[in-house]
T-cell receptor
């Protein structure tokens, strides 16, 4: 069965600093992987997805993630944090079944310090 | 397009009361899902409907029932609410080809 582990429930960075949010997955088949963002009191919004094409995936708002099969990782990065990036971020893996169910990590809350 | 809509946005129930959460999508998606979100636990799948006319249990189905009314609508029912069901509930849908799920704004439910 698929599973996702996000290292660090809270991450705090200064405005302008590098953002690195970690995600490791477990999957018995080549996975589809996703990062979602949740702003306060809102639903989840897709940041980016990996579906077995390029291993470096670019998403919205300057975020990108690199799929590393050897490390079973899909870490999310942004070179320079902005105050508007403060939110909760979720990594998810598809179970690749016909129903395309997603298994989510526990989430990482990102705080940006001025 | 409204995307995925959910009603109500907020609800307070007493233990033992029942209620139905409504979800609708206007994107002609095949599959729909109900999740609950609790602090530190991410989103957990309650029930899903892979296509119109089918429903299946997810990770945490106890205490819930669902109905896929038609291709657009997927409702979640709590027959006898318990404090452990206090949570934020999200509905989502997907075309399935690429697996990207689109989420509604959520329903914040408190059971006293």
């Amino acid at each position: 069965a698929q599973s996702v582990t996000q290292l660090g429930s809270h991450v705090s960075v200064s405005e302008g600093a590098l953002v690195l949010l970690r995600c490791n997955y477990s999957s018995s088949v080549p996975p589809y992987l996703f990062w979602y963002v949740q702003y306060p009191n809102q639903g989840l919004q897709l940041l980016l997805k990996y579906t077995s094409a390029a291993t470096l995936v670019k998403g919205i708002n300057g975020f990108e993630a690199e799929f590393k099969k050897s490390e079973t990782s899909f870490h999310l990065t942004k070179p320079s944090a902005h105050m508007s990036d403060a939110a909760e971020y979720f990594c998810a893996v598809s179970d690749m079944s016909g129903a395309q169910k997603l298994v989510f990590g526990q989430g990482t809350r990102l705080t940006i310090n001025p | 397009n409204a995307g995925v809509t959910q009603t109500p946005k907020f609800q307070v129930l007493k233990t033992g009361q029942s209620m139905t959460l409504q979800c609708a999508q206007d994107m002609n998606h095949n599959s729909m899902y109900w999740y609950r979100q609790d602090p530190g636990m991410g989103l957990r799948l309650i029930y899903y409907s892979a296509s119109e006319g089918t429903t299946d249990k997810g990770e945490v189905p106890n205490g819930y029932n669902v109905s896929r009314l038609n291709k657009r609508e997927f409702s979640l029912r709590l027959e006898s609410a318990a404090p452990s069901q206090t949570s934020v509930y999200f509905c989502a849908s997907t075309l399935r080809r690429e697996g990207v799920q689109f989420f509604g704004p959520g329903t914040r439910l408190t059971v006293l």
